[in-house]
């Protein structure tokens, strides 16, 4: 009688045992079957707004970059150009001098 218990209750916890599997295989199908749609649909989203805002980024990327390398240029111009300041002042001075001395030699 012992062994006619075991076995039904083995029988029992195998027949639970069966029947929760396919519950939780009926239940991931059941899943996929709402939710892939869903996940579906976020892609298509994802993908659309990826793309808009991609290509806006990469347009105020290259807008702050230009204006970033304007202003460097602007900043090697300054960098190479102040340093020459005295000696066009220098020049001025002396196709003045030039300039006068031949309008006196012309007079």
């Given at each position: 009688m012992?062994?006619?218990f075991v076995l039904g209750v083995a029988m029992?916890?195998?027949t639970m045992m069966a029947g929760a599997a396919l519950a939780w295989l009926a239940i991931r199908a059941v899943l996929w079957v709402l939710f892939l749609p869903l996940l579906l649909l976020k892609a298509a989203f994802g993908l659309v707004f990826g793309l808009i805002f991609g290509g806006v980024?990469?347009?105020v990327g290259l807008l702050v970059t230009l204006v970033v390398g304007g202003l460097g240029l602007l900043a090697v111009l300054a960098v190479v150009a102040l340093p020459l300041i005295p000696l066009l002042l220098?020049?001025?001075l002396v196709w003045v001098a030039v300039k006068g001395t031949a309008a006196l030699a012309a007079a």
């Open positions: 012992t062994t006619l029992l916890a195998m980024g990469l347009i220098v020049a001025a």
